[in-house]
């Protein structure tokens, strides 16, 4: 199977109330381990890149990584631009091979963010690439990006839906008090904003900062309209953690892949829970794949 757009599956995931996860990949563990698990769950899936990625990785191990994974797998997967910080960045991806992208325009003010995403959506579409945009300020840290408590900005369902009005994404990212990273404190999350958006416009919605979210406030976020949750945290806690444990007990380890394949065995776990908890597994059929 090849590499395909998010727009069939996040179509079908807002119709039918359930949320298609997306997972940052960092390296050949990671997206081994959230494409076998989406593989065993038959789970739709979108692998999320930062541009810290792209540039400890390489743009060519990026694509072949994620081309061998859509080659060897019966499932949709989508290679997605996290967080693209420039229509630059976003063409650079995009002639890359990746199948999706998002612009985050959030740093800017909201005409500039529409005429950003705008132009974007106009070159991706016009080769079968979906896009994401970003609207108001997500917090916490992510990658390069950091954002203060005190700056973060949630925007009112009446401004996501203008914002909507003026562009075409396939995916809109709205912050509704979610942040990157994990919580010191229980988020408080605008469950009401969510609905409201989500019945007033046909693009589905999504929640970035999905790591260390209580369930119910998930299931609550799901019910409510959003259609695809972003998780990367808790799989790097997962694979640091079990990776430290194994290396502190065995103090002669030389052979790396034993490590590797324990850090990778444990975001395996992680994955899987998240795909049972955003009930994504066996989603896959009648989602009409570009091959
Ligand atoms: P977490 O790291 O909090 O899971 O957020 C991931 C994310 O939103 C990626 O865009």
């Not at 997306?22 to 698990?37: C, Y």
């Not at 990658?143 to 949630?154: A, M, Q, Y």
Request: aromatic share 6%.
């Amino acid at each position: 199977m090849t590499l395909v757009s998010m727009s069939e599956m996040l179509g079908k995931a807002k119709k039918e109330k359930y949320a298609v996860p997306q997972f940052n990949i960092i390296n050949m563990e990671f997206t081994q381990a959230i494409v076998e698990v989406s593989n065993e769950e038959n789970s739709p899936v979108i692998l999320g890149v930062g541009e810290p990625t792209i540039k400890y990785m390489g743009m060519e191990y990026v694509i072949a990584i994620a081309n061998a994974a859509a080659k060897n797998s019966s499932i949709p997967i989508t290679l997605h631009l996290d967080h693209g910080s420039s229509f630059e960045v976003v063409m650079q991806c995009i002639k890359a091979g990746f199948s999706s992208v998002m612009i985050d325009g959030s740093k800017y003010s909201f005409e500039k963010n529409i005429a950003l995403t705008n132009k974007v959506v106009e070159a991706a579409h016009s080769v079968g690439v979906s896009v994401e945009a970003e609207l108001g300020t997500i917090g916490g840290a992510e990658d390069n990006i950091f954002v203060n408590e005190n700056d973060v900005i949630l925007p009112s369902a009446e401004e996501a839906i203008e914002f909507w009005n003026h562009t075409n994404v396939d995916a809109l990212a709205v912050a509704v008090g979610t942040a990157h990273g994990m919580y010191k404190i229980e988020p408080k999350i605008k469950f009401d904003v969510i609905s409201k958006i989500s019945n007033s416009i046909p693009v589905p919605l999504v929640l970035h900062g999905g790591s260390g979210v209580p369930e119910q406030d998930i299931q609550k976020a799901i019910n409510c309209g959003i259609s695809k949750i972003n998780v990367n945290t808790e799989n790097q806690v997962a694979f640091s953690n079990a990776v430290r444990q194994i290396i502190n007990n065995n103090d002669d380890i030389q052979d790396s892949r034993l490590f590797l394949r324990v850090g990778r065995d444990a975001v395996k776990e992680m994955v899987r829970s998240k795909i049972r908890l955003f009930s994504s597994a066996n989603k896959t059929d009648a989602i009409i794949l570009n091959k």
